[in-house]
């Protein structure tokens, strides 16, 4: 029972990251129905960002979070406007090659830029442990969950309760209607790139403030698809339960079965569940429409 | 259709033949002949880039049939280029069997991997088959990489390379030719089963898979048909790619290789057996560009000196994926059409 918990408390807070990136990825297809394959690299970008101003500029940290996230949302938007608008009603698969390619584009360009180590980050929050149900787990993880889970429950509110979120939802839900009751597809498009990127930034920043920031983070991007396709591909409330869980079932699969397939199953269990659920139940757990089968 | 000016066609088999006029054929066997004398004139640096990109024509064809004729998105070509390229290993090194006895189940055993997935797009198509195939991709290589006994983990297994006889296949020259030969059939194979029944009903899939269930077509079967056909094809070229460097590992096939593989399709033209060998050649030949240019631009620009040699293939892949596809959409097989078209029409084209 222990040893259940030591595994299933860390998993559950260090899920919670996947819940972030996966808000990102969310807030992109609910607003235009394209899968950003490069939020993994936005996730390391926002933590290289504040690397960037905060240790090699020396700004204030504050300063220096504002600055980085700033830039992060011009990534966001400029992407957007360069890449993905030219390829309106372009098939899918145009699409998705078109965020994989920004992947790689934008891996190549951190690579170019910070090597391939492991980079030290300011860190935000003390050095200490918290005992939960008689767990002790570092502060780090207790401080990450609570600012993740902030950061979507915010978000669910700005969908569901501000003007422009509800924009967006209408224009999720219906873009030509949405057009006719005078919502800027083009602004709520930029606005909605701008958004995940800056939330999927903050998510790489305070993950990256814990372990250091280095090249294969930008794994979790494509892991986190298992909690989009889990929570089905709109919901913002299924992404925030989903997302502990797959990383409690990470962090279980790693401490039950690593002894016998020879370690490493955390790096694969996530598309295991990615591939389960679109077998079982493609439109996810509370997604909003019935995926189209053949 | 344009054929050259005062050429009819009187019969069927003038209107299905792919090589139609004389100076075609003409133009085709001096091809044929430049590919043959091409390894007695070159060094063997060009040689090596040669069977590079005749394994990936192969490679690449199989892909372009799940992909590009049937619409089925594979992220994971590479992953099933490596069943390929371990089940001979495992044949060879662990059971001690001939390359050519591997060489149909190399095929086989990918083309059937390739068969499950198959039948998993019944359930869900588009970005969601992408979806599975990507994991996919992962959950093969972490196979492959933790199955120890089997292949060898992450030192992979050794490949001696195959005889016929007393004659080993150990010199470049002599594997030129063996690509040279799989390639030539593999797109021989794949030109025909383009306009065949087959092709025309992937085809169908791939555009409307509901007209084609209308019209007869059984949209299942050429899903699983096409999987199966397309990883056959990537199976061999890993049995080929693995005889080539002589080892059988974990790391030349991971998931930038898949989308160097989409990337081929892409700017080549999806859908088009000439577009992948263009779109072969002109990746190959831009991967081989930026690795001679990344230390010269290391040595010019000293800041960057140390990482240019990693940054650079990714930023020219991700920058090319992305420009071709604004630009380019319809990949270099239609330009290749256009310019066609404009030469047979002159003085009339624009």
């Known amino acids: 029972?222990?040893?259940?918990?030591?595994?299933?408390?860390?998993?559950?807070?260090?899920?919670?990251?996947?819940?972030?990136?996966?808000?990102?990825?969310?807030?992109?297809?609910?607003?235009?129905?394209?899968?950003?394959?490069?939020?993994?690299?936005?996730?390391?970008?926002?933590?290289?960002?504040?690397?960037?101003?905060?240790?090699?500029?020396?700004?204030?940290?504050?300063?220096?979070?504002?600055?980085?996230?700033?830039?992060?949302?011009?990534?966001?938007?400029?992407?957007?406007?360069?890449?993905?608008?030219?390829l309106v009603g372009q098939p899918v698969f145009a699409i998705i090659l078109m965020t994989l390619g920004l992947a790689v584009f934008l891996k190549g360009v951190m690579v170019l830029i910070w090597a391939d180590s492991i980079l030290p980050m300011p860190s935000l929050f003390g050095i200490g442990g918290i005992k939960v149900l008689s767990i002790t787990v570092p502060t780090q993880y207790v401080w990450f969950a609570v600012i993740?889970?902030?950061?979507?429950?915010?978000?669910?509110?700005?969908?569901?309760?501000?003007?422009?979120?509800?924009?967006?939802?209408?224009?999720?839900?219906?873009?030509?209607?949405?057009?006719?009751?005078?919502?800027?597809?083009?602004?709520?498009?930029?606005?909605?790139?701008?958004?995940?990127?800056?939330?999927?930034?903050?998510?790489?920043?305070?993950?990256?403030?814990?372990?250091?920031?280095?090249?294969?983070?930008?794994?979790?991007?494509?892991?986190?698809?298992?909690?989009?396709?889990?929570?089905?591909?709109?919901?913002?409330?299924?992404?925030?339960?989903?997302?502990?869980?797959?990383?409690?079932?990470?962090?279980?699969?790693?401490?039950?079965?690593?002894?016998?397939?020879?370690?490493?199953?955390?790096?694969?269990?996530?598309?295991?569940?990615?591939?389960?659920?679109?077998?079982?139940?493609?439109?996810?757990?509370?997604?909003?429409?019935?995926?189209?089968?053949? | 259709m344009i054929k050259p000016s005062g050429v009819f066609n009187y019969r069927y088999s003038q209107d299905m033949a792919v090589i139609r006029t004389k100076p075609q054929w003409i133009t085709f066997a001096l091809f044929l002949l430049a590919l043959v004398v091409f390894p007695f004139v070159s060094s063997q640096y060009a040689m090596g880039i040669a069977i590079t990109m005749m394994i990936y024509i192969v490679a690449a064809q199989g892909l372009n049939i799940t992909?590009?004729?049937?619409?089925?998105?594979?992220?994971?070509?590479?992953?099933?280029?490596?069943?390929?390229?371990?089940?001979?290993?495992?044949?060879?090194?662990?059971?001690?069997?001939?390359?050519?006895?591997?060489?149909?189940?190399?095929?086989?055993?990918?083309?059937?991997?390739?068969?499950?997935?198959?039948?998993?797009?019944?359930?869900?198509?588009?970005?969601?088959?992408?979806?599975?195939?990507?994991?996919?991709?992962?959950?093969?290589?972490?196979?492959?990489?933790?199955?120890?006994?089997?292949?060898g983990g992450v030192t992979g297994l050794n490949i001696t390379p195959p005889h016929i006889g007393s004659f080993s296949f150990a010199s470049t020259i002599s594997m030129y030719f063996l690509s040279l030969i799989v390639c030539v059939i593999v797109v021989y194979l794949v030109r025909n089963i383009a306009r065949s029944k087959v092709g025309r009903a992937f085809i169908a899939v791939r555009d409307n898979d509901v007209a084609a269930e209308v019209i007869g077509v059984n949209v299942k079967a050429y899903k699983t048909l096409s999987f199966f056909v397309g990883c056959f094809f990537t199976g061999i070229a890993g049995w080929l790619w693995c005889i080539y460097v002589g080892v059988a590992s974990v790391d030349h096939y991971n998931l930038l290789e898949s989308i160097w593989f989409l990337a081929i399709l892409v700017i080549g033209g999806m859908g088009s057996v000439l577009g992948v060998i263009l779109g072969v050649v002109f990746v190959e030949a831009l991967k081989t560009v930026t690795v001679l240019l990344g230390p010269i631009v290391g040595d010019a620009i000293p800041a960057i000196g140390e990482t240019i040699g990693t940054a650079l293939p990714l930023l020219v892949l991700g920058l090319v994926v992305i420009l071709a596809l604004i630009y380019e959409p319809r990949g270099l097989a239609h330009r290749w059409e256009i310019i066609k078209r404009s030469y047979r029409l002159w003085p009339y084209s624009r």
């Open chain 2, 67 to 151: 992909t590009g004729f049937a619409g089925l998105i594979n992220m994971a070509n590479s992953a099933f280029m490596a069943i390929g390229a371990f089940t001979t290993g495992i044949m060879t090194v662990k059971f001690g069997l001939s390359h050519w006895i591997a060489f149909p189940f190399a095929g086989l055993v990918a083309g059937l991997i390739g068969v499950i997935f198959g039948v998993f797009s019944f359930r869900v198509k588009g970005l969601y088959l992408a979806l599975i195939t990507i994991g996919a991709q992962f959950i093969i290589m972490y196979i492959l990489l933790h199955w120890n006994s089997m292949t």
């Open chain 1, 1 to 86: 029972m222990e040893q259940f918990l030591g595994y299933l408390i860390p998993g559950l807070m260090l899920g919670t990251v996947y819940t972030v990136i996966a808000l990102g990825f969310i807030t992109i297809y609910r607003t235009t129905q394209v899968l950003n394959m490069a939020q993994g690299e936005f996730f390391l970008l926002g933590a290289y960002a504040v690397f960037f101003t905060v240790s090699q500029l020396g700004l204030p940290i504050w300063l220096g979070l504002f600055l980085a996230f700033a830039l992060l949302a011009l990534l966001g938007a400029s992407t957007e406007r360069l890449a993905l608008r030219p």
């Open chain 1, 148 to 294: 993740s889970l902030v950061i979507s429950i915010t978000l669910v509110y700005f969908f569901n309760r501000t003007k422009i979120g509800l924009m967006m939802t209408a224009a999720a839900d219906d873009i030509q209607v949405a057009q006719s009751c005078g919502v800027s597809v083009n602004k709520i498009t930029a606005a909605a790139w701008m958004i995940a990127a800056v939330i999927t930034g903050i998510g790489g920043f305070l993950l990256c403030s814990i372990t250091g920031v280095y090249q294969e983070m930008g794994a979790l991007g494509l892991r986190s698809l298992a909690v989009v396709l889990a929570a089905g591909m709109e919901s913002l409330g299924g992404a925030m339960i989903m997302g502990p869980v797959v990383g409690a079932i990470e962090m279980l699969a790693a401490g039950y079965l690593d002894p016998y397939v020879g370690g490493g199953i955390r790096d694969i269990i996530a598309f295991v569940v990615l591939i389960i659920f679109l077998l079982f139940r493609p439109q996810g757990l509370f997604g909003w429409k019935i995926i189209e089968r053949v």
